[in-house]
């Protein structure tokens, strides 16, 4: 069981290109999210899903585009990449519910120069 | 809205010494509390999860009993080992459609042989 599978696992990116990071999970999960882990700040919300068709903005949204097509994939795009950009990104899925636990991949670590 | 605050590091601890993170929260209601811990180089993952009032949550020798009176999740180990080192988040759910959490900034814990 693969759990939550993030890729790439180390991005650099020159100002204003674009990406996608790949998160797709293999438990059958209805809500998955991306979080960005900054120095100082924990984490914070960018983007979630409850579900396939269904996308919402978190606590910091500018500049990145989700889509969820289908239960497993919840692709991250960055458009115009910024050096504020700069920080590691986890995805992370859950059943949902409040007693859940939610399951984070390993991380992607983006640099923006 | 909804915020937890846990205090900040960096915690260096000698090998055996009784480990205590605070955390505290913000929340309409009564959310389900969690501990999570990152060890280096990884994603998060489930220590422990208080879902009531007076609940308390045990893994792998930490505990956190929550406290609806003074709205407090701290987290505690008798007996810290060198494996423990890794950053430790303090998270709440805040329900609603969204399945999602809100984090604490994060403790990173370092034990000394």
Redesign the interface.
């Known amino acids: 069981n693969a759990g939550?599978t993030q890729t790439p696992k180390f991005q650099v990116l020159k100002t204003g290109q674009s990406m996608t990071l790949q998160c797709a999970q293999d438990m059958n999960h209805?809500?998955m999210?991306w979080?960005r882990q900054d120095p100082?700040?924990?984490?914070?919300?960018i983007h979630?899903s409850?579900g396939a068709g269904i996308t919402?903005q978190?606590e910091v949204p500018n500049g990145y585009n989700v889509s969820r097509s289908t239960t497993e994939d919840f692709p991250l795009r960055l458009l115009s990449a910024a050096p504020s950009q700069t920080s590691v990104y986890?995805c992370?899925s859950?059943y949902?519910?409040?007693?859940?636990?939610?399951f984070?991949?390993?991380?992607t670590r983006l640099t923006v120069v | 809205g909804d915020s937890v605050t846990q205090m900040e590091g960096p915690v260096t601890l000698s090998e055996e010494a009784f480990l205590t993170i605070n955390c505290t929260y913000t929340a309409t209601g009564y959310?389900?509390l969690?501990w999570?811990v990152q060890y280096p180089?990884?994603?998060?993952?489930?220590l422990l999860?208080a879902?009531k009032a007076d609940d308390k949550g045990s893994n792998k020798g930490f505990e956190a009993t929550y406290r609806k009176e003074t709205t407090s999740f701290h987290l505690e180990k008798g007996s810290v080992q060198v494996s423990d080192s890794a950053v430790y988040?303090c998270a709440l759910?805040y329900?609603g459609?969204?399945?999602?959490?809100i984090?604490?900034?994060?403790t990173k814990l370092s034990v000394k042989p």
């Open positions: 939550v209805e809500y999210s979080y100082g700040m924990g984490l914070r919300l979630y409850v919402d978190g986890f992370a859950s949902g519910g409040e007693t859940t636990e939610a984070f991949g390993q991380g | 959310p389900s969690f999570y180089g990884e994603g998060l993952q489930l999860k879902t988040f759910y329900g459609s969204q399945g999602n959490l984090f604490g900034k994060g």
